[in-house]
Structures are given as C-alpha cells and as structure tokens.
C-alpha cells in the first residue's frame, strides 16, 4: 500500500523511519507492504532526516490515485481539515495524530468517512493504546469514568514542584530547556491541549458532542510552593487531570489541576509519562500507562492504525455502528460539578478573619473538612500576613465560585484566593 506522509516534521520522521526500518516485521503483520511514497513539507531547504521524496505542493499530492493512505502529521485545525476532507471526498483512508483536528471536527469527519477507514490512535497520549482500548477492548461497558494525565509537560513541571521544592516558573525554565516544553507553552500548561484529548476519549465513551469552549479547563500556572506544601502535609499529589464521569444522564467533562491521594495509582504517575484509567460498569477499573508524546511513540500510533487499515479491519470512527440511542447524554453544567475543594487564601493576620471567613463559607453551604495556618514570617516592613488553608466536603462548583466572588472583595484578603478541586 502507499502511503503520503503530509507533515515531515518530529512525528513524521519517525513514520518514515520506523516504516523502512521495522519493514518485514510491519508487512508481516499487516500483509501487505506499506510504502512511504512521498512527504509534503512546507520549506523544501529545511535539512531532515529522512529517505523520502519531499514536495511542498500538497494539492497534487492529494490527488494522486496510486496513493492508498494518507496520514495528516501537519498539525493545526483549518488547513488539515480542508485536506482531510478532500482526501475522503476521495474515498481514501486517512491516519491523523491531529487531537485539535478531533477536538472541533471530530463528528463532521465522521459524517464524512462513512466506511472509509479513518485512523486517529495517535492523536490521544501517543504511544498508549487508549483509543483502542475504549473502542475495541471495553466495547461492552458503560464507562463510568475517565481519569488521565495526558499532558507530558505539566506532569513534568508538577512533579518537579513535587520532588524538587522548585517553584513553577523554574519548572517550566527546565522543561523548556530539556525539550518537553514549547518556547509558548499555553497550550500544554493551560490545560487544552489535554481538554482536545478529553473530548475525543469522552465521545468514543458516551457519544457526547462538545467543543473544548463548551467544557470547564483550568492550568497549573497559579500553583505555588503554598500548594505543594499543603499537599505534603495532607499525603495528596497534584496533577493536570482530565475527567469525564457520568452523572445521572449527564456526563461530566472538566481539565484542572487536582488534588489527588498519595496513594492513588494515577498519583505515581511521574515526569513526561502519562496514564488514563477507565472504570466500566463490568470491567471494574483498568489504568493504562506510557509515553504520552515523543516522535517514536507517537509514530508507533500511527503505524498501528496503518496496519489495522492494510488488514482490512475497520471500526466505527467514534466507536458507534449506528447512532447511539441514549439521547440524555449531554454534558453537565459547570456550576452543577460536585466534589471537595481546597483554598488557599492569604488574609491579614488580625482577630475576627478566621471567624469571618468560615461564617461566609457556611452561609453559602460549604462545610469545611480542614484547616491549616501556614506559620507567619514576617517581612521587612513587619507586614502581618497569613496564609490560611481550608478543604471543603463535598461541594456543588456554583457556591464554591460564589464564596470566592465574596471573598475577593473583603478588605481583609491580601491575594486572589486560589482553589484546587479534590478528587477522591
Ligand atoms: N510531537 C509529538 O510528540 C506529538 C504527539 C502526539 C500528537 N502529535 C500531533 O502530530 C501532529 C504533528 O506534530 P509534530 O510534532 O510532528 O509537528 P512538527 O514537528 O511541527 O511537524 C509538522 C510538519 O508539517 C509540515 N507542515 C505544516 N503545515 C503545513 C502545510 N500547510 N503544508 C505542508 N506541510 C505543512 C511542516 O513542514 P516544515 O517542516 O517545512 O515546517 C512539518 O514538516 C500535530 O497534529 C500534533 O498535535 C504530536
């Protein structure tokens, strides 16, 4: 079979690569020979590392009729979707690693590919097989939950803050030095990079639409050493999590910094490395781990698909054969998410706050679970401040912004007052 590799970048080195170099054993399995015919880069002069014909005109290679697979490694969302959307127009399979693709167009391309195959294994927490796993291996569950660490570069920088004491702005220095992280890191410390991973997993799950505005996504950027430290006090870690969990007829879908027990298998989940466990209603709860990007893991995706569609095995896009009959399956409204929160508030340090904050957080119905007083040092100009600690029981998101609105306009709160979810 031939292939056009649109997009010779980091993940489509490797394809080429790992396509020549694993070339018996890849024909083997999948029966056919599977050929890199040609790769559409953007600047010809750029210097690469690899053993194929290169051209930056990507409409002729589009219309090519002795290419059979065409795997889209560009990155973006307007121009691959133009391209894909030609490509099975034409009638011919299409592999993508493009999550931002998926995140916005996901069911159009659906509507599109009708019995075209259209591989996209790679396009969430690279090398792991999650997308498999949930259209194929847990086919037969409904999935209760969905939790997963699938940003390599906050992972690193929080488990730095963890491990090291060193603050987020040094983390993020090192990683951006060490190549995990871009030189704009928005995208992966802000939580959308993930949020696209989430919906592509929660539609495969639930069937649910959705783009990534429509869902609630937060970023690591405002934890600080005070975090770290409440959370060693209190045997929690705090990772970049990723949630999608039915409740009731609705489904839950949020990106947010969390609050997680040491002793939870996703809490040892460290460095670059990612992992998402699926709970099903007969499976119980399953984890699975690796790497998460890197341009051999990711490729490793993407041969895979390439091989199911040389085989001749085609599934159902987002997982659904015809259309999925339980209607209800919307997604909850933010302000109706429930679960435990801790706040970290700095106040002046005087008589009657402490009162005067779990009055305000009683009236609007948080019970508090904890409180802990970071012991004061004072500065130069003998400033009296104090860092105080509250985590709450469970809690709906509505009061929990309304508590935080009020707080914001005490005279008496010295800082914006942080929040982290908990999750159980
Ligand atoms: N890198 C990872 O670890 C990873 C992991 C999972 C998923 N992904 C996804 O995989 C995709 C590719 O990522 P990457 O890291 O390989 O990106 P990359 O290193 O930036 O490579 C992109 C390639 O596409 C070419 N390109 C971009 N726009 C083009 C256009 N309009 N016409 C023709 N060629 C164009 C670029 O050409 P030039 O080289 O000439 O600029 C380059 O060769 C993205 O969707 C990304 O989200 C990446």
Request: hydrophobic share 40%.
């Amino acid at each position: 079979m031939n292939v056009a590799i649109l997009g010779v970048g980091t993940v489509g080195e490797q394809v080429a690569k790992i396509l020549i170099q694993n070339q018996k054993l890849i024909s083997a399995r999948a029966g056919k020979d599977i050929k890199p015919v040609i790769g559409v880069v953007r600047n010809l002069d750029k210097k690469r590392d690899v053993n194929l014909p290169l051209t930056n005109d990507i409409n002729s290679v589009i219309n090519r009729d002795d290419i059979d697979i065409y795997i889209e490694l560009m990155g973006g969302v307007d121009e691959p979707y133009r391209v894909v959307s030609e490509i099975l127009h034409r009638k011919k399979a299409v592999v993508t690693a493009n999550k931002a693709l998926l995140a916005y167009h996901r069911f159009k391309l659906q509507n599109l590919t009708g019995d075209t195959p259209f591989g996209f294994e790679a396009s969430v927490a690279g090398g792991i097989p999650i997308i498999k796993a949930l259209r194929e291996g847990l086919s037969a569950n409904q999935i209760l939950s969905i939790n997963g660490i699938m940003n390599g570069t906050s992972n690193y920088i929080l488990t730095s803050m963890m491990n090291s004491g060193v603050k987020f702005e040094d983390a993020l220095k090192k990683a951006q030095e060490l190549g995990y992280a871009e030189a704009d890191p928005t995208f992966d410390i802000g939580g959308f990079d993930t949020a696209h991973k989430l919906l592509i997993l929660a539609s495969i799950a639930y069937g649910v639409h959705g783009d990534p505005e429509d869902i609630l996504i937060e970023g690591i950027e405002g934890i600080t050493k005070d975090d770290i430290f409440f959370a060693q006090d209190f045997e929690y870690v705090i990772k970049l999590l990723a949630i999608a969990k039915k409740v009731g007829d609705k489904v839950e879908l949020r990106v947010h910094p969390a609050l997680v027990a040491k002793d939870k298998m996703i809490a040892k989940v460290d460095g670059v490395m990612n992992a998402v466990s699926v709970a099903g209603d007969a499976v119980g709860e399953t984890m699975f781990y690796g790497p998460g990007a890197g341009g051999s893991a990711t490729a490793s995706a993407v041969i895979s698909d390439l091989i199911d569609i040389a085989r001749g095995t085609n599934f159902p896009m987002m997982g659904y054969k015809s259309p999925l009959e339980i209607k209800s399956l919307e997604l909850l409204a933010q302000d109706e998410i429930r679960t435990k929160y801790y706040f970290r508030l700095k106040v002046d340090d005087k008589v009657g706050v402490l009162a005067r904050i779990t009055n305000l957080m009683s009236e609007n119905n948080l019970s508090i679970d904890s409180f802990l007083q970071k012991p004061h040092i004072k500065n130069e100009e003998n400033d009296k401040k104090a860092t105080l600690f509250f985590t709450t029981h469970t809690s709906r998101e509505a009061d929990v912004k309304r508590v935080i609105r009020i707080l914001e306009e005490q005279e008496f709160i010295r800082e914006k007052p942080f929040m982290i979810r908990i999750e159980q």
